[in-house]
């Protein structure tokens, strides 16, 4: 998994783990799954990859503790919905770059 970790004056909406929100949730989870809505993920031009991974945020308590994530980022970020991680299932990145 990918951690990508951005500045706090951002709003990314609830923790994927434990919904709690504010300046706290900064980092951002670029997972190995397919997005549910392509094009409103990660990816890398580069690899010839579409931006089509399945991105999660997380605040800095569950950053630190390891806590699961249950939610994933449900469209573009900015729009704070959110949708269960298990509604995932299409395996994404690695096995396409290759
Ligand atoms: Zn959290």
Not at 39 to 54: I, K, S, V
Not at 65 to 83: I, N
Request: proline content about 5%; hydrophobic content about 40%; some cysteine.
């Amino acid at each position: 998994m990918h951690i990508r970790r951005l500045d706090a004056d951002l709003d990314l909406g609830p923790c994927c783990a434990c919904s709690r929100e504010g300046s706290e949730v900064r980092t951002l989870l670029m997972l190995d799954r397919k997005a549910h809505i392509p094009g409103t993920g990660w990816g890398n031009a580069a690899a010839g990859l579409p931006a089509d991974g399945a991105i999660a945020v997380l605040c800095d308590n569950c950053l630190e503790t390891g806590s699961e994530l249950t939610q994933v980022v449900y469209g573009f970020v900015a729009s704070k919905e959110r949708r269960p991680l298990e509604e995932l299932t299409e395996p994404f990145g690695v096995a396409e770059a290759q």
